[in-house]
């Protein structure tokens, strides 16, 4: 790369077209905010920018016309690393980002790449065609390389750490940098929302549920060590904003966009002591009242939080709950007893706040009594939602690390509805489907009707589903106990 730029068209993966459960099912899409916070920072930096919104595409097209209007320098393909699709690394976000990079190529436009795939497995992307691979998080790095790349003469030596190139070779791609994050996020400028088409969002909102809702995030990361958690982008680390920031960018998303209703997607919403209350007070002196939706810890969950959460606007939090066998959340490192569960859900349920329960299936060494006892979790506990997958091992985690000689040659889901099992769990990906989809008929026909004879019904159809279990066990499961050994 030997001329100067300044135009830069920035771009994302995820076609919702391409997902059927969040197409079908869910259809809550969201603007690309990570992609909003790149496009910012080089705004504020003097940078043209544009953006391709691949959310609401129906195909590749109006990217193509976009580079041919705007006429870029340089295409930057930053995923909402905020989102948990794309931590999933989905393969049909991978494929997408191929015909991307290609069409640019074509072009002789350079392309860099950000997302928590290609932190990963940066030498497919490189494979693909893409010029750079930022790994982690974006703003630490973007700026100090766009400098390098401005002034091409100087040496190999002077690109961010966190970037691979082309030429950078096997050693560097390899190596997993642990460079310091950003730290004081309010000097960040605010996401450029005025690049999302909000009309077209808000019409295919308004369709489905009757309002629009946007994302935003009040922090980085998370401190927990849950061992299937990945974290490419943050690491194991929490920086948060000033309720201060939130309040300000949310006035702006008001006036811009007039959303009814908030995502904070956040790996932890309100972590610091006294943020949530600090928030619903300046909220109280803006006038502003949108309700909005969070996720957090069960064990975090206490009465003045609570509080302070219903008076700032929270109407829904969800917890990752993961398991109702103890034996099986404590070999998740989850550091989460069952009992504040079940305070958790009283403390909210006694506020009005509707709770919803991530729930994994498959877990190492999860058997029909660590079933069982998820499924006496959910029934007893009644939470309003429950989401249900499958353990999915992803390159970084100590989850993976266990079982990756048990990996199957599909590793990675192609969209998020598929639960399938991806290495030699106890049981086949069929027998966990058909237990999801048990638990969320159940739990429905047990909130519209909670009677000893509903209860009873259900539980007759939970045995004979629990009776047909050797019918799925896979070939080789992988106990918890083996795994540590070979480990």
Same mark, same amino acid.
């Given at each position: 790369?030997?001329?100067?730029?300044?135009?830069?068209?920035?771009?994302?993966?995820?076609? *919702?077209?391409? !997902?059927?459960?969040?197409?079908? =099912? $869910?259809?809550?899409?969201?603007? +690309?905010?990570?992609? @909003?916070?790149?496009?910012?920072?080089?705004?504020?930096?003097?940078?043209?920018?544009?953006?391709?919104?691949?959310? *609401?595409?129906? !195909?590749?097209?109006?990217?193509? =016309? $976009?580079?041919?209007?705007?006429? +870029?320098?340089?295409? @930057?393909?930053?995923?909402?690393?905020?989102?948990?699709?794309?931590?999933m690394?989905?393969?049909?976000v991978?494929?997408?980002?191929?015909?991307?990079?290609?069409?640019?190529?074509?072009?002789?436009?350079?392309?860099?790449?950000?997302?928590?795939?290609?932190?990963?497995?940066?030498?497919?992307?490189?494979?693909?065609?893409?010029?750079?691979?930022?790994?982690?998080?974006?703003?630490?790095?973007?700026?100090?390389?766009?400098?390098?790349?401005?002034?091409?003469?100087?040496?190999?030596a002077?690109?961010?750490?966190?970037?691979?190139?082309?030429?950078?070779?096997?050693?560097?791609?390899?190596?997993?940098?642990?460079?310091?994050?950003?730290?004081?996020?309010?000097?960040?400028?605010?996401?450029?929302?005025?690049?999302?088409?909000?009309?077209?969002?808000?019409?295919?909102?308004?369709a489905?549920?009757?309002?629009?809702?946007?994302?935003?995030?009040?922090?980085?990361?998370?401190?927990?060590?849950?061992?299937?958690?990945?974290?490419?982008?943050?690491?194991?680390?929490?920086?948060?904003?000033?309720?201060?920031?939130?309040?300000?960018?949310?006035?702006?998303?008001?006036?811009?966009?007039?959303?009814?209703?908030?995502?904070?997607?956040?790996?932890?919403?309100?972590?610091?002591?006294?943020?949530?209350?600090?928030?619903?007070h300046?909220?109280?002196?803006?006038?502003?009242?949108?309700?909005y939706?969070?996720?957090?810890?069960?064990?975090?969950?206490?009465e003045?939080?609570?509080?302070?959460l219903?008076?700032?606007?929270?109407?829904?939090?969800?917890?990752?709950?993961?398991?109702?066998?103890?034996?099986?959340?404590?070999?998740?490192?989850?550091?989460?007893k069952?009992?504040?569960?079940?305070?958790?859900?009283?403390?909210?349920?006694?506020?009005?706040?509707k709770?919803?329960?991530?729930?994994?299936?498959?877990?190492?060494?999860?058997?029909?009594?660590?079933?069982?006892?998820?499924?006496?979790?959910?029934?007893?506990?009644?939470?309003?939602?429950?989401?249900?997958?499958?353990?999915?091992?992803?390159?970084?985690?100590?989850?993976?690390?266990?079982?990756?000689?048990?990996?199957?040659?599909?590793?990675?889901?192609?969209?998020?509805?598929?639960?399938?099992?991806?290495?030699?769990?106890?049981?086949?990906?069929?027998?966990?489907?058909?237990?999801?989809?048990?638990?969320?008929?159940?739990?429905?026909?047990?909130?519209?009707?909670?009677?000893?004879?509903?209860?009873?019904?259900?539980?007759?159809?939970?045995?004979?589903?629990?009776?047909?279990?050797?019918?799925?066990?896979?070939?080789?499961?992988?106990?918890?106990?083996?795994?540590?050994?070979?480990?």
């Amino acid at each position: 790369m030997t001329k100067p730029f300044n135009k830069i068209l920035l771009a994302h993966a995820f076609f *919702l077209k391409n !997902d059927s459960k969040q197409l079908q =099912d $869910k259809v809550k899409p969201y603007p +690309p905010l990570a992609t @909003l916070y790149a496009a910012g920072l080089l705004r504020n930096a003097g940078y043209q920018v544009a953006l391709f919104d691949a959310m *609401l595409a129906q !195909d590749l097209a109006p990217f193509e =016309d $976009k580079i041919t209007a705007f006429k +870029p320098d340089m295409l @930057l393909i930053v995923e909402d690393s905020f989102h948990f699709l794309s931590k999933m690394c989905l393969s049909h976000v991978r494929e997408t980002s191929r015909e991307m990079i290609n069409f640019a190529r074509e072009l002789n436009l350079p392309v860099l790449i950000n997302s928590a795939d290609s932190s990963d497995v940066p030498h497919i992307y490189l494979d693909f065609g893409a010029d750079y691979v930022i790994r982690g998080e974006i703003e630490s790095s973007l700026m100090q390389l766009f400098s390098y790349l401005q002034n091409p003469a100087q040496a190999d030596a002077c690109l961010p750490s966190r970037v691979i190139s082309q030429g950078s070779g096997t050693s560097r791609a390899q190596k997993h940098v642990k460079e310091r994050n950003l730290r004081a996020l309010d000097k960040l400028p605010p996401p450029a929302w005025d690049l999302v088409d909000f009309a077209a969002y808000r019409e295919i909102w308004q369709a489905h549920h009757g309002y629009l809702g946007i994302n935003m995030v009040t922090t980085r990361g998370c401190p927990y060590r849950c061992n299937w958690c990945a974290k490419p982008v943050w690491g194991q680390q929490y920086v948060s904003h000033s309720p201060a920031y939130i309040v300000q960018q949310l006035i702006q998303l008001v006036d811009i966009a007039r959303p009814e209703h908030i995502w904070f997607a956040d790996d932890i919403f309100g972590l610091r002591n006294g943020w949530i209350e600090e928030y619903a007070h300046l909220l109280n002196q803006e006038n502003i009242r949108i309700p909005y939706m969070i996720q957090s810890r069960a064990d975090l969950i206490n009465e003045s939080m609570v509080q302070a959460l219903s008076d700032s606007g929270c109407t829904e939090v969800w917890l990752g709950v993961e398991s109702g066998s103890q034996k099986i959340l404590d070999a998740m490192d989850k550091d989460l007893k069952l009992s504040e569960v079940k305070q958790a859900r009283r403390l909210l349920k006694q506020v009005g706040i509707k709770t919803g329960f991530f729930i994994q299936l498959g877990y190492l060494g999860e058997e029909i009594a660590d079933l069982n006892a998820t499924r006496e979790l959910i029934t007893g506990l009644l939470p309003d939602e429950i989401g249900v997958s499958v353990s999915y091992p992803l390159p970084g985690t100590g989850f993976y690390d266990k079982i990756r000689t048990g990996l199957f040659a599909k590793d990675h889901w192609q969209e998020s509805k598929d639960l399938e099992v991806v290495f030699n769990a106890n049981y086949s990906s069929d027998f966990y489907r058909r237990i999801r989809n048990h638990l969320h008929r159940e739990l429905k026909a047990l909130r519209n009707a909670p009677h000893a004879d509903t209860r009873a019904l259900w539980q007759n159809r939970w045995q004979q589903l629990m009776n047909s279990a050797e019918q799925h066990k896979q070939a080789i499961p992988v106990s918890i106990k083996e795994r540590h050994c070979a480990g």
